[in-house]
């Protein structure tokens, strides 16, 4: 058995390679246990793999620093003479090799559970698209899907459509693809997933300018799929789903949209609700705001043509965007006072610039982007989930859920005293009590060192009433501000938003789950609502690791086999029993309590007001990427 397919047509084109100088470039400047595994897929030198393997590791371990400058020098020649040279007859690795590879790579055993994700994931295996599977039945030419939404997700669905032989069309709101990345513009907007794993794995992208991404080059990103899958064609901008009502009668769901014209109605067979959980922002509810004579915005809805320069500007909020825009804007603003509601724990990070020469080797040496995503990922993923799993027998529950996570606890802790040794003041109002990963966590680009500055201020009294021109905290303090900027997060609780979705009996979707309390089937479906499927559902979201990009790959795939298995029995609708519904959903809070974020202390917005877990999945990646490889048909009923 093998697992890596030959040279593609692409790589052979570019071997030998010809530019020796860039070459050289990049094997100099090129990530070593990359190196390493591109040289075994050609070579399958497995003795010069061994050499390798006691150096090799985590990216925040030692190892590394101790291999002999001999051997990497040794390494980088080898590599040099393969690449310069006609190509072999063929890259194919067995099984075994694969494997071992991957183990030498991370410095810990891969065993065989993610072998198949990773396959996938890390583009070491090409996807083959449906319509050219054999066996498979084509889907009816009048099988109709909507689309809600153009983002990550809603992109995503319209390929593997595409792909699969379904008739599609997608309906944005705004007016241009990107969903969040096209809507959040603040300054220092970013992403917390490495930068060589934030991509679709069939579209991996070589160009990122630092290995934590920063927003508009997500959008860029977002632009160029568009254009090559030629998506904009299947999309519907500036208009907006309002309704989905399901005709029992015709087994047909009716779209009720609105742009600049009024209403129409839309006819589909199935509808993939793709809206995403982050585009629902609103100012808070804080007395006097309606007052204030300045400049209020949220950083979802940033307006660059305010001149924050010189100044007075209140952040509120000091969550994921708030650590990101308080650096990014500090340096211009006269005063910036940052008010606190809540503590976080803060990751240290920095926004590292990639090389010329490491651009080069993911454009130009075959093999290198899918191994260089794969250590970014695996380090980022599910060897994370440790740290969110509570040990009964840990005795400090009241700082932390087991050994590990202690320790992850004393490594912030370290950063906290390193940054802030010389302020007791801020250190003992930026410590929080609960225990690291108990809600999302913040990366620190800067976030500490701001908090330094001579020009900022934190407020931790909280918010008593905003006047015209100031704000005015509950300890009494009247604050000067100009500018408000709102950092406080977007409402995900009410997870399908302001759309009315009507299913069978006149079921109302939103009325079941309230404002705060989503339930599906494997995070997807739901009994009732007919080809209704939802992504970044309930309880799918990886809070423990990863990226968001991963999950959606996964349901996507999910509703496509769904889709298929439809078309495969000669079926007009399918739905979950309310029996696997009720089984999951069961099993889900009794997993969730075994985790860090049921933790008495984790007050987060992955909770409801009863305490209820309702956004994280309480499962590793490579658990739920293996529940949804197709339908388990018993769990579902068709018509």
Request: charged share 20%; glycine share 8%; with cysteine.
């Amino acid at each position: 058995m093998t697992h890596s397919s030959s040279i593609s047509a692409q790589e052979a084109l570019s071997l030998p390679i010809t530019d020796h100088a860039a070459l050289r470039q990049a094997l100099a400047e090129g990530d070593i246990p990359t190196l390493l595994m591109v040289l075994i897929q050609f070579t399958g030198d497995e003795a010069f793999l061994n050499q390798f393997a006691p150096f090799i590791g985590s990216p925040y371990d030692d190892r590394l620093s101790r291999l002999p400058a001999e051997l990497a020098d040794q390494l980088r020649e080898r590599l040099f003479a393969v690449l310069t040279q006609a190509p072999p007859a063929s890259d194919v690795v067995s099984a075994d090799l694969m494997k071992k590879m991957m183990s030498v790579d991370v410095g810990e055993p891969v065993t065989d559970e993610f072998i198949p994700l990773l396959m996938e994931q890390m583009g070491f295996e090409k996807p083959v698209p449906r319509s050219t599977l054999p066996n498979r039945p084509l889907p009816p030419t009048d099988f109709k899907v909507i689309v809600i939404g153009a983002g990550l997700t809603g992109l995503l669905a319209g390929i593997k459509l595409s792909e699969a032989g379904y008739s599609y069309q997608t309906i944005e709101k705004n007016h241009d693809i990107g969903g969040t990345w096209l809507e959040n513009i603040y300054p220092g907007v970013g992403v917390d997933t490495p930068s060589h794993f934030y991509s679709y794995s069939f579209e991996l992208n070589p160009d990122w300018s630092h290995y934590v991404p920063v927003g508009s080059e997500m959008q860029n990103y977002l632009l160029r799929v568009a254009e090559k899958y030629d998506l904009r064609r299947n999309i519907i901008f500036n208009t907006r789903v309002l309704s989905c009502e399901y005709d029992e009668r015709n087994k047909l769901w009716r779209v009720t949209v609105e742009d600049a014209n009024g209403q129409r109605v839309l006819e589909a067979n199935a509808v993939i609700n793709a809206h995403g959980p982050v585009n629902r922002w609103a100012l808070p509810n804080i007395p006097g705001l309606d007052e204030f004579r300045g400049v209020a915005m949220h950083t979802a809805n940033w307006n660059p043509a305010v001149d924050l320069k010189g100044k007075r500007v209140a952040l509120i909020g000091t969550g994921a965007s708030g650590a990101q825009v308080g650096p990014a804007v500090a340096p211009d603003v006269a005063h910036l006072t940052v008010f606190q509601r809540s503590k976080h724990w803060v990751m240290p990070n920095v926004r590292i610039p990639v090389t010329d020469g490491v651009k080069w080797a993911l454009r130009h040496i075959p093999h290198y982007a899918p191994w260089f995503r794969f250590r970014a990922y695996w380090f980022a993923a599910d060897g994370l989930f440790a740290n969110v799993q509570i040990d009964p027998n840990w005795p400090h529950q009241d700082r932390s859920v087991s050994a590990h996570n202690d320790g992850i606890r004393e490594y912030c802790l370290a950063n906290l005293r390193h940054q802030l040794g010389d302020r007791p003041d801020l250190l003992e109002k930026l410590t929080p009590d609960y225990p690291v990963f108990a809600k999302r966590i913040v990366m620190d680009i800067g976030w500490l060192a701001m908090m330094k500055r001579d020009n900022v201020s934190l407020e931790v009294g909280g918010i008593e009433r905003i006047t015209p021109n100031a704000i005015v905290t509950r300890d009494g303090k009247t604050v000067p501000v100009d500018v408000m900027v709102f950092a406080t997060g977007f409402d995900v609780a009410r997870m399908i938003g302001s759309l009315r979705i009507i299913g069978r009996e006149g079921r109302n979707l939103g009325e079941e789950w309230g404002a705060e309390d989503a339930r599906a089937y494997l995070g997807v479906t739901v009994p009732g609502y007919p080809n209704f499927f939802l992504t970044t559902g309930p309880n799918s979201a990886p809070n423990h690791a990863g990226g968001q990009n991963i999950v959606s790959e996964t349901q996507i795939h999910y509703i496509i086999e769904c889709l298929d298995a439809l078309v495969t029995r000669q079926a007009r609708v399918m739905e979950p029993t309310q029996e696997a519904f009720t089984v999951f959903n069961e099993q889900v809070d009794k997993d969730l309590q075994k985790l860090i974020w049921t933790h008495p202390k984790a007050r987060s917005y992955y909770r409801n007001s009863k305490g209820r877990v309702f956004l994280s999945n309480p499962y590793r990646l490579v658990d739920y990427w293996s529940m949804t490889r197709a339908p388990k048909l018993g769990a579902f009923q068709f018509e």
